[in-house]
C-alpha cells in the first residue's frame, strides 16, 4: 500500500502529549494517520473502502439536553 502524499506536524512546545502527526493521502483521498505520543508510542490509524457526501438519515443524529445544561435561545 502506497500513499503519495504525506504531511507531517512537529510539537515544539514542552511539556505536550503529542511529538508528531502524520496525515497520507492516496490521490484526494485520506489514507493514513500517524500519532507519535510523548513517550514515543505510535498510532497508526488506516482508512480503506471510504464512502464521501453519501447521504445520511436524519434519524441517525439526537441531541438530548444535558442534565443541567444552560439552553439559550435565539
Same mark, same amino acid.
Given at each position: 500500500?502506497? /500513499? ?5 506536524? /512537529?510539537?515544539?512546545?514542552? @511539556? @505536550? ?7 497520507? !493521502?492516496?490521490?484526494?483521498? *485520506?489514507?493514513?494517520?500517524?500519532? %507519535?505520543?510523548? !513517550?514515543?508510542?505510535?498510532?497508526? *490509524? %488506516? ?13 441517525? !443524529?439526537?441531541?438530548? /439536553?444535558?442534565? @443541567?445544561?444552560?439552553? /439559550?435561545?435565539?
Amino acid at each position: 500500500e502506497t /500513499i503519495l502524499t504525506a504531511a507531517k506536524s /512537529i510539537t515544539r512546545a514542552d @511539556g @505536550g502529549t503529542l511529538q508528531s502527526v502524520r496525515v497520507g !493521502f492516496r490521490g484526494k483521498e *485520506l489514507a493514513a494517520i500517524e500519532i %507519535r505520543d510523548a !513517550f514515543g508510542q505510535t498510532s497508526l *490509524l %488506516r482508512f480503506g473502502k471510504m464512502a464521501t457526501n453519501q447521504p445520511i438519515a436524519a434519524s441517525h !443524529f439526537q441531541f438530548a /439536553i444535558p442534565p @443541567g445544561a444552560d439552553v /439559550i435561545e435565539q
